[in-house]
């Protein structure tokens, strides 16, 4: 483009001094002087035709981006259903006052108040860490952070959710959440590790499927 524009600065200094070229007869200069203009129109045509173009790319790789944000944030919005629905069935709390604060927590995440879910869930955390229901609390809390666009923090709660508890039925989703943290944060290729690594270790769960499409959209 620079090379372009240089051109037609020259071709423009040439015009500028052609009638100061006394070496030229009067229909050698006019036609020197229209062989220029030409020069001087197709290097603007070409010039803007190459703006066009980038433009054009510019603006397809913005919605690409924009279209693959949209589908990972997707990863972070809590389930539809009663907050029963978001836990196994066979996840109870030891009492009643461990699953009110449980249930408390995930209220909070249903209704998409956010910075509340996470303060209760983490609340949750510290007075129960050793209840059953830990695992599903941890994920939560981490979806929390996500949706609050803190991804950072999402991504170190869910990474120590997946890890404490692998086998967790939450484990692989805890992990797309965290794909789509690395994303959030231009880590490209943590990203696709991460997608890569719940393919591996969860393969034929919706997870893995998930992973396999965002990996489409990474590549």
């Known amino acids: 483009m620079r090379a372009m524009y240089s051109k037609i600065v020259l071709a423009g200094v040439l015009l500028a001094s052609m009638p100061m070229a006394h070496a030229f007869s009067d229909s050698e200069a006019r036609e020197a002087i229209i062989q220029l203009r030409q020069q001087v129109r ?15 790319r510019i603006d397809q ?17 809590p389930t539809s259903g009663a907050p029963s629905g978001l836990s196994s069935s066979s996840e109870k709390g030891a009492n009643a006052a ?9 209220e909070f995440f249903r209704k998409s108040e956010f910075k509340e879910a996470s303060a209760s869930l ?3 955390l510290t007075l129960y ?30 990474q120590a959710m997946a890890k404490q508890f692998p086998d967790h039925a939450r484990a692989p989703d ?43 959209l990474l590549s």
Not at 42 to 50: K, M, V
Not at 138 to 155: E, N
Not at 189 to 213: F, N, V
């Open 42 to 56: 197709d290097l603007t045509e070409s010039s803007q035709r190459a703006s066009i173009q980038l433009s054009s």
């Open 61 to 77: 790789l913005e919605q690409e981006v924009a279209r693959i944000r949209g589908q990972l944030e997707e990863l972070g919005r």
């Open 98 to 106: 461990e699953q009110s604060a449980f249930d408390g927590g995930l």
């Open 122 to 124: 983490g609340a949750f």
């Open 129 to 158: 860490p050793n209840s059953p229901l830990v695992p599903t609390a941890m994920f939560y809390q981490g979806s929390s952070s996500y949706a609050l666009k803190d991804f950072k923090t999402a991504m170190t709660q869910l």
């Open 174 to 216: 805890a992990l797309l959440v965290v794909a789509g943290s690395q994303f959030e944060l231009n880590n490209r290729t943590g990203s696709k590790a991460t997608l890569q690594k719940i393919i591996k270790d969860y393969p034929k769960t919706p997870a893995a499927e998930t992973a396999a499409k965002r990996l489409k």
